[in-house]
């Protein structure tokens, strides 16, 4: 009886060897490991100092005929060129009455001197005006104008002690 | 009495001889030798090599940028195969975090494993049967299309028969669309792809 189980133990252990060796097919593996992409960046800066956030555009006690002017810098501090800066002004609080009456002159300006003037309209018309075209990455130039907000000189009494307040979107585009 | 057996023993003997004798039949031999069995190999070659080769290291990349590329598949040994390709590796990170990133807002901005690139790039894998880096329909066998971050780590067992001697081609296509934004600022996407050539479809 012990002889017949031991050789039932080894005809199975004979079995299983072969179903192994079957599956032992051939095969190769080659790798391409390490394939990456990264992309850049895009970041539109207001040179300090000029019109920003923190530097807007204030005037008070305005005559018919007055003006005030800012210089504004762009400046591109991502790895990707920017190839558009769009400008928007959207109106938001105050007398809409007086904004949508102010006018807006945009002049070139390099080295902060004005230059000549590239657009002169009514301020609510401002709606993503190409204001500068092609900064660089990595802050490599900047892009200047001087923008001048005014109040025309047609305008009567009934603009008398108003206040309005606008913003300035400025939209760098890749 | 014994000499009786030692005639017997002898009359036995000279029985045997006489029988050897009548078996000496003609009789030739040829032989066979140098029968050899040999094994065959199977080899897979990734761009004529067997080293890690990185296809693709592009940086600097944003929303509409394109981009592709092309493994060269040979069976260089000597037995049919059967090409798979996993299993297959993904990893991103976020790596900075500028002001428009986080304005988008960007919870994983900066984090390391937390990009947004492989949610926001469509890739194309397939068998570019020749090698025209375009997915021809009825010619081309797709392998995955969709996400980046959608590929499968695995299960990619595709079975695409590889012949020995016979070359084949995987290009992978890839894009940002023109909607991805700022949340991919700076991200990266890492791919990392194992090609197994198999002797049998089931491995």
């Known amino acids: 009886m012990k002889r017949i189980i031991l050789s039932l133990i080894l005809v199975s252990l004979i079995a299983v060897f072969a179903v192994n060796s079957s599956q032992a097919y051939l095969s190769d593996t080659e790798t391409s490991n390490s394939n990456s992409t990264?992309?850049?960046?895009?970041?539109?800066?207001?040179?300090?100092?000029?019109?920003?956030?923190?530097?807007?555009?204030?005037?008070?006690?305005?005559?018919?005929?007055?003006?005030?002017?800012?210089?504004?810098?762009?400046?591109?501090?991502?790895?990707?060129?920017?190839?558009?800066?769009?400008?928007?002004?959207?109106?938001?609080?105050?007398?809409?009455?007086?904004?949508?009456?102010?006018?807006?002159?945009?002049?070139?300006?390099?080295?902060y001197v004005r230059g000549a003037l590239l657009l002169d309209t009514n301020l609510k018309d401002l709606s993503n005006y190409t204001i500068w075209t092609t900064l660089a990455p990595l802050g490599a130039t900047t892009g200047i104008r001087d923008v001048e907000v005014y109040l025309p000189s047609d305008v009567d009494g009934s603009y008398q002690n108003l206040t309005t307040t606008w913003q300035f979107n400025f939209l760098g585009q890749q | 009495m014994k000499r009786i057996v030692l005639s017997l023993i002898v009359l036995a003997l000279a029985g045997s001889v006489a029988i050897g004798a009548t078996r000496a039949y003609f009789s030739d031999t040829e032989t066979s030798t140098g029968n050899t069995f040999s094994a065959g190999t199977l080899d897979l070659n990734l761009d004529s090599g067997n080293t890690n080769v990185v296809k693709f290291t592009v940086s600097n990349k944003a929303?509409?940028?394109?981009?592709?590329?092309?493994?060269?598949?040979?069976?260089?040994?000597?037995?049919?195969?059967?090409?798979?390709?996993?299993?297959?590796?993904?990893?991103?990170?976020?790596?900075?975090?500028?002001?428009?990133?986080?304005?988008?807002?960007?919870?994983?901005?900066?984090?390391?494993?937390?990009?947004?690139?492989?949610a926001n790039m469509n890739v194309d894998l397939f068998v570019d049967a020749n090698n025209n880096t375009i997915y021809d329909v009825g010619g081309d066998t797709p392998i995955y299309t969709g996400l980046l971050s959608g590929i499968a780590t695995a299960g990619y067992d595709s079975s695409i028969a590889l012949n020995a001697g016979a070359t084949n081609y995987i290009t992978l296509n890839w894009g940002i669309p023109t909607t991805a934004g700022n949340i991919i600022q700076s991200d990266s996407s890492t791919l990392g792809m194992t090609f197994e050539l198999g002797q049998t479809a089931a491995q």
């Not at chain 1, 591109?76 to 060129?81: F, K, L, P, Q």
């Not at chain 2, 040979?74 to 500028?98: A, H, R, W």
């Open chain 1, 38 to 111: 990264t992309a850049g960046s895009l970041n539109l800066n207001l040179v300090a100092g000029y019109l920003s956030v923190t530097d807007p555009i204030t005037a008070s006690g305005l005559t018919p005929g007055g003006t005030v002017s800012r210089f504004v810098a762009f400046q591109n501090s991502g790895t990707i060129a920017i190839s558009r800066v769009g400008a928007t002004s959207v109106f938001l609080s105050g007398f809409s009455y007086l904004y949508n009456k102010l006018g807006l002159r945009i002049y070139d300006a390099p080295s």
């Open chain 2, 63 to 118: 929303p509409g940028d394109t981009g592709t590329g092309t493994w060269t598949i040979k069976n260089v040994g000597t037995v049919n195969g059967f090409l798979d390709v996993q299993p297959i590796t993904l990893s991103d990170d976020d790596n900075n975090c500028n002001e428009p990133e986080a304005a988008v807002p960007d919870a994983t901005c900066g984090s390391v494993g937390g990009g947004d690139l492989s």
